[in-house]
């Protein structure tokens, strides 16, 4: 039996500028040809073309479409060539396995490719795209922050936000930074420097700077939120078990119209004083069941890291288990004891 799973496509090419001329044609003739020739149904709104059909017909489409505008990169077509390289296109990949498509988020300063890489990794990132708050929750190690990070890095480029904001609890320092020498950012630096590391990762050390000063990128700590309201921006709040639920609620509450936010946490490495609660927790417990907000969980199995941190990561696990079972054991052990003192 024939598979005939239907599928639709939303693909915006407002950012190819000029590019985009070269692809739809005068009067959307070619999206006209593209559509006879891939036998799918195309449906041009705006920059949009909403793709209809068979699940392999509007994949292999959306694969000429990914490939004709990488070729379009390096060099100028008329809609006539375009419509020549479709023809080719259908040529080369007849009755061939279409490879599935890398999602590419962005394409570092050093032209290296950020992809999701597990399954968890790319559940992550299609939560963020298709929601306003999203929580990542898992060990060290799993692509949360830096996924996150590039993922405001590709809203920003595309314009859909016009700056980022990244924040964490100063857990260590507390609210006493004045305590502390030097000015206010040389006080918080160590306690954001991690986020400083994933932003130089993927952007030019000057490009970077220059969004610093600008204002573009603001990282700052969680205790600087307060009184805020964030419009237009995309906001990664890191570490976020160490957020309390005082601040945990406060962050929430500066979310402004335009704004996608990414909450990224550890809930097993919580550094808060024992008598307080993690805003963290309380977060995951309160908000379940909330249109626009979505929860991911990474496991040791998502760490990307070196290899050997899985191991780490899962010896410390088996360690803690039993250290727990022993202390269950002993206390057992104890009751046992103390009712036989009881006995006859």
């Known amino acids: 039996m024939i598979d005939r799973t ?45 793709v209809k059909g068979e699940e392999e017909k509007v994949r292999r489409f959306v694969s000429f479409l990914r490939a004709v505008i990488s070729r379009l990169e390096k060099e100028t077509m008329t809609a006539k060539e375009v419509r020549e390289y479709a023809k080719d296109f259908l040529t080369k990949t007849e009755g061939k396995e279409l490879p599935e498509e890398e999602d590419v988020i962005l394409i570092t300063h050093r032209k290296r490719a950020i992809v999701p890489k597990t399954p968890t990794q790319k559940k992550y990132v299609e939560a963020i795209r298709r929601n306003d708050i999203v929580f990542g929750v898992g060990p060290a190690g799993t692509g949360k922050t830096y996924l996150a990070m590039a993922m405001a890095l590709a809203h920003l480029k595309d314009q859909k936000v016009n700056k980022i904001i990244l924040t964490r609890p100063a857990v260590e320092a507390g609210e006493k930074l004045g305590f502390l020498p030097g000015t206010i950012a040389e006080k918080v630096d160590p306690y954001l420097r991690p986020l400083y590391d994933a932003l130089y990762d993927m952007v030019d050390y000057d490009k970077a700077a220059y969004m610093l000063e600008r204002n573009i990128i603001e990282i700052a700590p969680l205790a600087f939120m307060r009184g805020r309201t964030l419009n237009d921006a995309f906001i990664i709040l890191d570490e976020a078990q160490n957020a309390t639920r005082e601040q945990m609620k406060m962050f929430l509450t500066r979310i ?21 609660q993690s805003g963290l927790i309380e977060a995951l417990r309160i908000l379940r069941g909330i249109e626009g907000i979505a929860f991911v969980w990474f496991s040791q199995e998502d760490v990307v890291r070196h290899p050997i941190v899985a191991k780490i990561i899962e010896a410390y696990e088996t360690h803690e288990r039993g250290s727990g079972e022993a202390e269950e054991g002993e206390e057992r052990k104890e009751k046992l004891g103390g009712k036989g003192k009881e006995g006859p």
Do not use: C, H, M, W
């Not at 985009?20 to 006209?32: H, P, S, T």
């Not at 402004?256 to 307080?276: A, H, M, N, W, Y």
């Open 256 to 276: 402004g119209f335009g704004s996608k936010v990414v909450i990224t946490g550890d809930i097993t490495q919580i550094d808060l004083p024992r008598k307080e």
């Open 6 to 50: 239907l599928a639709e496509e939303t693909l915006d090419l407002e950012r190819y500028d000029e590019k985009f001329y070269a692809i739809v044609g005068r009067g959307d003739e070619n999206v006209k040809y593209f559509s006879k020739v891939f036998d799918v149904r195309i449906v041009p709104r705006g920059t949009q073309l909403i």
